[in-house]
């Protein structure tokens, strides 16, 4: 409280002394009885008025619109529109249009400066900004300062406009998924892609998603609906994987993170599955428990990838417990792993199910900055140790290596 | 240690704000700038200083341009020494007369501004110009007793706002990081109505400011102390009047650029207007009397002064202090500014007790009539602090009615009087022989005269020899200010009543734009001043039009500007205007203050207070109540959707106001609409005139029928299509209509050039 009253006051500095300065000179002026100074006086009180009363009518009457792409890939520039409607009939005069883009890197604040909006019409800024990492982010309020015409008890009002930006996770590409499994399973209802060609049983038909081809549009029912939707068919089973990717540790900065590896790797699995039309899960760790999303379409899978953050709950004996329970029998298992703390010993419902396990290590320790403090034994060298002690197959990802080839290279083991 | 001090310069070097590169943000500040320090060197004759502090600021601010993104350490330490040593200059100048600082403090302030132009490399070095401009303005206010600094101000308020404007567009561009190409014409545009709304808003807050008593934080202006080696003997020395001696009681040639009045005579027999000039300008904490000369002895023809002797009083420095024969009771402070030369009278309020004066001596006379040791030149300022004993009438009635004298004080020759007419002695009796105190009585003289004798000054001489008081008041019965207070000053005397004349001014016209009092020659006074045991001398003032006490306590005058601007504007307006909506003015505060006086009379000053938050409770909830069974009832909902359109109504009106409003509709459709319009109308001027009652058609085929000509007919059909068809119409249809238009137009013209030689010819 006593904060922001110091802060606003240091704000207005200028314009407190001149309050100050128009009243000592009242009070001179009243001593020493001399008329002019009243007069100047009167005109410094109305300047701050008119300062006070104008940087708020530059502000009344404006409408503000905000337009952009709502969804990018990580490194992707979007650009962005904000579309200023003065419905006055009088000029805006020298509106500072504070915008922050918040996937930028730096997350700073962008000012853009409006010479004047005439009376009725509309004038567009619009700017291009790169999406620097994967996240579901929301633009905070735009704020419009306004002062003019002479700067004094500068307004700035904030405009809330409710854009939300999902920036999805950039995985490189993978080609070739060698597979082993051959577990048979039914449609899921996540599941937007049929899998034409495969399997000839005609499941039904639904409404067409977004993303999905034409090829399979039931143009009959399509006619009598008057929606568009698509044929379904049953499928038999290929290729099942589920994918686990460890969110406990996050160590590291902007891009360059375990976990942001990890997703980044998630995303090139799950991408690839859905391209070989893969039955798949995601999942990952939440407050006590874990997060599962099932089959889902290319997009889908993005945009839950983009909202992974770094949970406070650790693997534990339980998680894995969890993770052999969704995994079907002979089916294949990626544990996409941040965190060293993982005992091979905890692994073992997995093998009793006979679930195959690949584990990709993403060493937390090295993604640390130059000036922060190793840990005195490098933990990941222990659990390598047992790892290969227990005979798993398993990569490990330090920051900075070339992602996309160490993936070929873990899924090849 | 050597690393600290390398630290605390690179933490300098990093503090240094980035340079001003806005060429038209520089101009404006210099323009301000200079229009301050003009405003400031015009109060006073400085020609060096001048042409030094204008070539300087100039000089300075191009420095500061050039060398805007220097570090310039060579020129801050030079400008350092050189502001130390304006600093040594102002506190010399300050000692020399501590009771005068503006103007030391207006040649330091001009200096500092000079120096400080050559360091402007920041905005804010240049906002920094900004307020000294900003308080040379007020400083010359200050000094300024004329309407010309009115003219100064203006510009200054136009060059600021500029300067704000460029300021404030300079911050926002740094801001953004981006330069803004704002065209000249867009700004001043802006700068025109920014101002105009100012002067609006300025207007109304100056109106409304309240203007209270003021100098009361002493010490008081005085010019600077003049060192005499000869004092003089302090006797009246009236340079209008050369030949005034000290006991003169022939008669003087009349000089309208100095009142008569002041000199050691007062002759009664002489005629003749003063002139308008300015002679004193005054600031005061009330509008008071000045007194100049107090007349003692009455010869019949004239009045002087019985003992020309005076006393001394002393101090080295201010104030001179002076004891009061009688006890005051309410301060008057009083600040004089000579405007033109006047005789050796130091005019105050009675009884002045403290003096701000240019010389270590005065001298005053048995009457307490102040003299100076060397006549008022233009220029001379002085102050005096006066205690007058202003009671309010009724208080003056109690005190005058207990008879107790002051000890060791010999009145006798306030009752000195010539051989005068018993017709004189008898009117008096007559006026006062209901009255039983010396108080009543002499308000009774005074009221007397002034209701049954008007104000002349255009009157005949009074012949040769005659006693003037019975002359007056009983053959001329009309004169001017002398010949009333004349007259009263005998009649008291002759009723055993000390009196005597006064002389000097009245307090002119108050300015409240420059908030002082201008004096003119021709606010020369003359009034009477009546001692009353226990009270002291009371000011009486006998001419017609004026207050018959104009020392006692009035009612407080009104603190707002705007009163005091109104009785300013009386003066300039003609009464024919300004009484009526006086007298209806007065007329409306005297029916609110009896409703005031009514409740006041009740008491119920407490009560009325909870009465009336009781009331207001109940109002509310009543009003709340009623609202609510409203809105549940369904006839009541008609009301409260009423209500609803009333509570929208101030947004309807706003956005009427605010929103744009519908431009007329265009396109090659509305365009053929006015194309027949406009056919309508050349119809008109050959009189054809459309019926509302006629369609476009029936019209078509009448105007055909008699004209012949076939566009008519055209633009008939284009009109009916473009109004009534649903498919589009292209502007090829517009030009052709056009087209058909002006065919038509040369026609008519063609027409209208036959008929008129059709008519040349008949």
Redesign the interface.
């Known amino acids: 409280m006593l904060n922001s009253i110091f802060s606003s006051f240091k704000r207005r500095t200028d314009e407190i002394v001149l309050l100050g300065i128009a009243f000592f000179?009242?009070i001179?002026?009243?001593?020493?009885?001399?008329?002019?100074?009243?007069?100047?006086?009167?005109?410094l009180?109305?300047?701050l008025?008119?300062g006070f009363i104008?940087s708020r009518l530059q502000i009344r009457?404006l409408k503000i619109e905000r337009t952009f792409k709502n969804w990018a890939y990580e490194g992707e520039k979007l650009k962005v529109e904000i579309l200023l409607q003065n419905?006055?009939?009088?000029q805006k005069?020298?509106l500072?249009v504070e915008e922050k883009f918040p996937a930028s890197e730096k997350g700073e604040s962008k000012?853009?400066?409006v010479?004047?909006i005439e009376?009725?019409k509309t004038r567009t800024i619009s700017y291009e900004e790169e999406c620097f990492k994967r996240g579901i982010y929301s633009f905070p309020p735009l704020k419009i300062e306004a002062?003019?015409?002479?700067?004094?008890f500068?307004f700035g009002k904030p405009f809330k406009k409710n854009g939300e930006l999902i920036i999805f996770p950039s995985g490189p590409s993978i080609e070739n998924f060698p597979v082993r499994s051959t577990s048979l399973y039914t449609t899921s209802q996540n599941r937007p892609y049929s899998t034409p060609g495969q399997s000839h049983d005609f499941l039904g038909i639904r409404d067409y998603q977004p993303g999905e081809g034409t090829r399979y549009i039931h143009w009959k029912a399509t006619a009598k609906l008057g929606k568009l939707m698509v044929k379904e068919f049953k499928k038999l089973s290929s290729q099942e994987l589920t994918i686990f990717i460890d969110n406990s540790l996050d160590i590291g900065r902007g891009r360059e993170t375990s976990l942001e590896y990890a997703v980044k790797a998630a995303a090139s699995l799950s991408n690839l599955s859905v391209r070989q039309n893969n039955y798949f899960k995601l999942i990952t760790l939440d407050t006590d428990k874990i997060v599962t999303l099932a089959n889902p379409g290319h997009l889908h899978c993005l945009e839950w990838l983009a909202g992974i953050t770094a949970s406070r709950t650790k693997i534990t004996p339980e998680t894995i417990a969890s993770l052999a329970r969704e995994a079907n029998y002979k089916t294949r298992l990626i544990l996409l792993l941040c965190n060293p703390e993982l005992d091979p010993a905890w692994l073992q419902p997995l093998h009793e199910k006979r679930v195959f396990v690949k584990l990709f290590v993403f060493d937390s320790d090295s993604f640390k900055e130059a000036g922060e403090q190793a840990p005195a034994a490098n933990r990941f060298d222990y659990l390598e140790e047992r790892l290969k002690k227990e005979n798993l197959a398993f990569l490990r990802i330090k920051k900075g290596d070339n992602l996309r080839k160490a993936l070929v290279e873990g899924l090849s083991l | 240690m050597s690393n600290k001090i390398i630290e605390a310069f690179a933490r300098l070097r990093k503090k240094r704000l980035s340079p001003e590169h806005s060429i038209p943000l520089r101009i404006a500040t210099l323009l301000t700038v200079l229009c301050g320090i003009t405003a400031t060197l015009s109060q006073e004759e400085w020609p060096y200083l001048s042409i030094w502090v204008i070539a300087g600021t100039i000089a300075g601010f191009f420095v500061s341009w050039i060398r805007r993104e220097k570090n310039n350490w060579w020129i801050k330490l030079i400008l350092a020494i050189l502001m130390c040593w304006a600093f040594v200059d102002f506190m010399s100048n300050l000692l020399q007369n501590i009771y005068d600082p503006r103007i030391p403090l207006s040649y330091l302030l001009l200096w500092l501004q000079t120096l400080h132009s050559f360091d402007l490399p920041a905005r804010r070095d240049l906002n920094y110009s900004l307020w000294t401009a900003f308080i040379l303005?007020?400083v010359a206010?200050?000094l300024?007793s004329s309407m010309a600094?009115?003219a100064f101000?203006f510009v200054f308020?136009f060059c600021s706002?500029f300067a704000?404007?460029y300021?404030?567009?300079s911050?926002?561009?740094e801001?953004?990081?981006?330069t803004?190409n704002?065209s000249w014409r867009?700004i001043t545009s802006?700068?025109l109505k920014?101002a105009a709304?100012?002067?609006f808003?300025?207007?109304?807050?100056?109106l409304f400011?309240p203007?209270?008593h003021?100098?009361?934080?002493r010490p008081l202006p005085v010019s600077l102390q003049i060192r005499l080696f000869n004092m003089g003997e302090g006797q009246i020395k009236n340079p209008a009047y050369p030949s005034s001696g000290q006991s003169i009681t022939k008669t003087l040639d009349f000089n309208s650029d100095a009142y008569h009045g002041l000199n050691p005579y007062l002759d009664l027999n002489m005629r003749g207007t003063l002139n308008r000039t300015v002679v004193i300008k005054m600031?005061?904490?009330e509008p008071v009397y000045l007194r100049g000369v107090v007349f003692d002895y009455y010869n019949g023809a004239g009045w002087q002064l019985s003992n020309f002797q005076v006393k001394s009083v002393s101090s080295a420095n201010p104030p001179i202090s002076l004891n009061l024969p009688y006890p005051g009771i309410h301060e008057v402070v009083q600040?004089f500014f000579v405007e033109h030369e006047m005789p050796n009278i130091i005019f105050a309020a009675y009884q002045p007790y403290q003096l701000y004066f240019p010389t270590t001596t005065i001298f005053y006379d048995q009457n307490l009539g102040l003299r100076s040791p060397i006549p008022l030149e233009k220029g001379t300022i002085y102050s005096v602090v006066s205690l007058t004993s202003n009671l309010p009438d009724e208080k003056i009635r109690k005190i005058a009615r207990k008879k107790f004298s002051f000890p060791n004080i010999d009145l006798s020759q306030y009752l000195q009087l010539p051989p005068i007419s018993e017709k004189v002695k008898k009117l008096a009796g007559d006026i006062t022989k209901n009255y039983d105190n010396d108080y009543t009585k002499a308000m009774a003289v005074c009221l007397y005269l002034q209701n049954r004798y008007p104000y002349d000054l255009d009157i005949p001489p009074f012949p040769e020899n005659v006693e003037t008081t019975e002359y007056f008041l009983f053959v001329q019965k009309r004169g001017y200010c002398e010949h009333f207070a004349s007259a009263m000053a005998v009649m008291m005397r002759t009723l055993g009543i000390p009196s005597r004349m006064v002389t000097g001014f009245t307090s002119g016209v108050y300015?409240?734009?420059?908030?002082?009092y201008e004096i003119r020659n021709y606010d020369a006074h003359a009034w009477v001043e009546v001692f009353f045991s226990g009270v002291g001398w009371i000011s009486f003032d006998p001419t017609p039009g004026w207050d018959a006490l104009p020392l006692a306590e009035r009612e407080e005058k009104s603190p707002w500007?705007i009163s005091a601007l109104i009785n300013y504007l009386k003066e300039k307006i003609p009464p024919e205007i300004t009484e009526p909506l006086t007298r209806s003015w007065q007329a409306f505060i005297k029916a609110l203050k009896t409703f005031i006086a009514r409740f006041e009379r009740l008491n119920l000053k407490g009560k009325i207070l909870a009465l009336f938050a009781v009331f207001l409770t109940v109002f509310a909830i009543a009003l709340f109540t009623i609202y609510i069974f409203l809105r549940t009832k369904k006839y009541g909902l008609r009301i409260a959707k009423f209500i609803r359109k009333l509570q929208n109504l101030p947004l309807k009106l706003s956005n009427g106001f605010?929103?744009?409003?519908e431009k007329a509709p265009s396109g090659p459709r509305f365009l053929i609409w006015q194309i027949y319009y406009k056919m309508l109308k050349v119809l008109v001027s050959i009189g054809f005139n459309k019926l509302p009652s006629q369609t476009p058609k029936e019209f078509a085929l009448e105007s055909v029928s008699n004209l012949g000509w076939e566009e008519i007919n055209m633009l008939t059909q284009q009109f009916e299509e473009a109004r009534y068809s649903r498919h589009e119409i292209d502007e090829e249809k517009v030009k052709e209509s056009r087209e058909i238009l002006k065919t038509l137009d040369e026609k008519i013209k063609l027409r209208k050039r036959a008929t008129s030689f059709e008519a040349t010819l008949l």
């Open positions: 000179l009242f001179v002026a009243t001593n020493t009885q001399t008329g002019w100074l009243f007069l100047v006086d009167a005109i009180v109305g300047t008025l008119l104008s009457g419905l006055h009939r009088w005069h020298l500072a000012t853009f400066l010479e004047k009376g009725s002062g003019a015409p002479l700067g004094f500068s | 303005m007020c206010g200050s300024s600094y009115g101000f308020v706002l704000l404007f300021n404030y567009l911050s926002v561009e801001k953004a990081k981006v803004l704002v867009s802006t700068i920014t709304i100012l002067l808003i300025g207007g109304i807050v100056y400011i203007r209270f003021g100098l009361k934080i600031r005061s904490t600040i300015n409240p734009i420059t908030g002082f500007m605010l929103k744009p409003q």
